[in-house]
């Protein structure tokens, strides 16, 4: 089996991943781990030194990787659906599950969080709502079931999306 997380950061992609892998006795894979393990230097540190295209570009190297032998739990980071061929492979060789927050749930977990360089601006709450906007109808094109994150905890939460596989 194999199961892809999608949804904006913050969302508990990893949190929800890895323990639904767990459960599953799956691996458990986060794109952005990989990204790092890649470049060779934290996502941040990419980012400013050769900008967002070029960390799509290894992302995207990564889906397709992925997809290309698509087995675990993959937690995808919160940018991956901005491709329509992500959205493609992801749609098309996992189970997807978007992980759905609202703004202000995201920023109450996020407010101290320095390692996403998106949000390292004046106004993230103001950025968290453009970015749900622009994206939560990629999400949901993506998905194949969409789970509210609001307040289950992470264990419940698994426990909704196995009973969704
Ligand atoms: C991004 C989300 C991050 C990471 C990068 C860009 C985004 O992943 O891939 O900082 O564009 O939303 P998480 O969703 O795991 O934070």
């Known amino acids: ?97 978007y992980l759905r927050s609202t703004p202000e749930d995201l920023f109450r977990r996020l407010r101290h969080d320095v390692k996403r360089p998106l949000l390292q601006v004046a106004d993230p709450l103001g950025r968290l709502r453009e970015l749900h906007g622009a994206r939560d109808p990629l999400y949901r094109e993506t998905a194949h079931d969409v789970v509210e994150t609001g307040r289950p905890s992470v264990a419940m939460l698994v426990n909704i999306i196995v009973m969704q596989l």
């Open 1 to 97: 089996m194999a199961v892809a997380l999608v949804g904006l950061p913050g969302a508990g992609k990893s949190a929800v991943g890895r323990r639904l892998g767990q459960r599953l006795q799956l691996p458990f894979i986060d794109t952005d781990h990989v990204v790092e393990q890649r470049v060779g230097c934290s996502i941040r540190d990419f980012f400013e030194r050769e900008g967002e295209t070029r960390f799509r570009d290894v992302e995207q190297q990564v889906i397709t990787d992925l997809a290309a032998n698509p087995s675990g739990v993959v937690a995808t980071g919160g940018g991956s659906v901005l491709r329509e061929c992500n959205r493609a492979q992801l749609r098309d060789r996992f189970h997807v599950i």
